[in-house]
C-alpha cells in the first residue's frame, strides 16, 4: 500500500536551516509529481512546494520562495524539503503529499512533521 | 490568488440527518474547454492528514462512502454527508486546482448535535 512518511521536523531558532525527507513506498515514485504542504494550528493547509516527475519543474509559495527548496531523489524513492531562514510564521505540521495523475489533487498524505521555530 | 471562502465555520448535526457544507471561490472554477470544475473535498479529523474525499466537484475517490456528495459548478460548490455517522466528525476543507498556487477554504467544523 502507499506509504509517506516524513523525518526531520523539530525546534529550531529563527534564521536557522531544517531539512525534512519523505520516504515514499508502495508505489512508483517517479510516475507522480509530489507537494510538500503546511498547515499552521488551527488553519487550513497551505501548499508551499511541488515538483515534478524528474524534479526539472519547481514551484513554489510566494510565502517561502528563495528560501525554500525542493528536491527528489528518484532511485531513492525519496522527497526533500531545505528550509533556510526560518521565521516564526514557518511554524506549522509539514505533509508530504502525492499527486493523484488524473486530476491535479493529493490522494496520499503523509503523517506529517512538526517545525517548531522559536528563540 | 483565488480565495476559497467556505460556510458556516462550524455545525452541529443529529445521527443519521443531512450536513451541508458550502464553499465559494473569488473566481469560477470551471475550464471551459473540458467542462471541468477544478475543486476538490477533504476531511480531516484530529491527530491527522487531510484525505481526498471528492475531485472535479463531484467524483468520488476510491472508497469514500456514497453518502459523500459533492455537488456545484463555477464558483459556488456544496459537500453534502447524507445521513451523518459518528465517524464522519472532522474538519472539512475545499480547495481548488485551476490557478496556482492552489488554494484551501479555511474549514468547516462538523460535529454531532
Known amino acids: 500500500q502507499v506509504q509517506l512518511v516524513e523525518s526531520g521536523g523539530g525546534v529550531v531558532q529563527p534564521g536557522r536551516s531544517l531539512r525534512l525527507s519523505c520516504a515514499a513506498s508502495?508505489?512508483?515514485?517517479?510516475?507522480?509529481?509530489m507537494h510538500w504542504i503546511r498547515q499552521a494550528p488551527g488553519k487550513g493547509p497551505e501548499r508551499v512546494a511541488v515538483?515534478?516527475?524528474?524534479?526539472?519543474?519547481?514551484f513554489y509559495a510566494d510565502s517561502v520562495k528563495g528560501r525554500f527548496t525542493i528536491s527528489r531523489d528518484n532511485s531513492k524513492n525519496t522527497l526533500y524539503l531545505q528550509m533556510n531562514s526560518l521565521r516564526t510564521d514557518d511554524t506549522a505540521m509539514y505533509y508530504c503529499?502525492?499527486?493523484?495523475?488524473?486530476?491535479?489533487?493529493?490522494?496520499?498524505w503523509g503523517q506529517g512533521k512538526l517545525v517548531t521555530v522559536s528563540s | 490568488d483565488i480565495v476559497m471562502t467556505q460556510s458556516p465555520d462550524s455545525l452541529a448535526v443529529s445521527l443519521g440527518e443531512r450536513a451541508t457544507i458550502n464553499c465559494k471561490s473569488s473566481?469560477?472554477?470551471?475550464?471551459?474547454?473540458?467542462?471541468?470544475?477544478?475543486l476538490a473535498w477533504y476531511q480531516q479529523k484530529p491527530g491527522q492528514p487531510p484525505k481526498l474525499l471528492i475531485y472535479?466537484?463531484?467524483t468520488r475517490e476510491s472508497g469514500v462512502p456514497d453518502r459523500f456528495i459533492g455537488s456545484g459548478s463555477g464558483t459556488d460548490f456544496s459537500l453534502t454527508i447524507s445521513s451523518l455517522q459518528a465517524e464522519d466528525v472532522a474538519v472539512y476543507y475545499c480547495?481548488?486546482?485551476?490557478?496556482?498556487?492552489?488554494?484551501f477554504g479555511q474549514g468547516t467544523k462538523v460535529e454531532i448535535k
Open positions: 472535479w466537484a463531484s
Open positions: 473566481q469560477s472554477v470551471l475550464y471551459s474547454s473540458n467542462s471541468k470544475n477544478y
Open positions: 508502495g508505489f512508483t515514485f517517479s510516475d507522480h509529481f
Open positions: 503529499a502525492r499527486e493523484k495523475n488524473s486530476a491535479m489533487v493529493f490522494d496520499y
Open positions: 515538483i515534478s516527475y524528474d524534479g526539472t519543474d519547481k
Open positions: 480547495q481548488q486546482y485551476y490557478g496556482t498556487p492552489w488554494t
